[in-house]
């Protein structure tokens, strides 16, 4: 999907949010947005959230955003999917945060396929 801005990703989002009836994701959606930024970064694969001093940053790759993202529902999720590591607490910090890369990549898949079970 093309988007001019990562903030027309979240519009996109909040748009796919509000045609389903679930308000856990327009409370979250809608919290997330207010304590958060978001931006498009080519130092990143796919997606990533950050702790950034007080508030968040959630970060797309446009590359990633383009080759995958095809509709509105793959937005939501995918930021649902970033705003869940942050509201699940990253059950692996200690190992998510280890100089070994194997580590960090595989306590990442582990969270990874715990959220999108949530999300599914």
Same mark, same amino acid.
């Given at each position: 999907? %093309?988007?001019?801005?990562?903030?027309?990703?979240?519009?996109?989002?909040?748009?796919?949010?509000?045609?389903?009836?679930?308000?856990?994701?327009?409370?979250?959606?809608?919290?997330?947005?207010?304590?958060?930024?978001?931006?498009?970064? %080519?130092?990143? &694969?796919?997606?990533?959230?950050?702790?950034?001093? &007080?508030?968040?940053?959630?970060?797309?790759?446009?590359?990633?955003? &383009? %080759?995958?993202?095809?509709?509105?529902?793959?937005?939501?999720?995918?930021?649902?999917?970033?705003?869940?590591? %942050?509201?699940?607490?990253?059950?692996?910090?200690?190992?998510?945060?280890?100089?070994?890369?194997?580590?960090?990549?595989?306590?990442?898949?582990? &969270?990874?396929?715990?959220?999108?079970?949530?999300?599914?």
């Amino acid at each position: 999907m %093309k988007a001019r801005n990562a903030r027309d990703l979240v519009n996109i989002a909040l748009t796919a949010a509000l045609s389903i009836e679930n308000q856990e994701v327009h409370w979250v959606l809608g919290h997330l947005t207010r304590i958060s930024d978001v931006g498009f970064s %080519k130092r990143i &694969e796919t997606a990533s959230i950050r702790k950034l001093g &007080e508030n968040y940053r959630i970060e797309f790759s446009p590359d990633f955003v &383009e %080759k995958w993202l095809e509709s509105p529902e793959d937005i939501l999720f995918v930021l649902m999917h970033e705003i869940f590591h %942050k509201l699940r607490g990253d059950l692996l910090r200690g190992v998510a945060e280890s100089r070994d890369p194997v580590e960090r990549t595989g306590a990442n898949v582990v &969270e990874d396929i715990q959220i999108n079970s949530v999300l599914c």
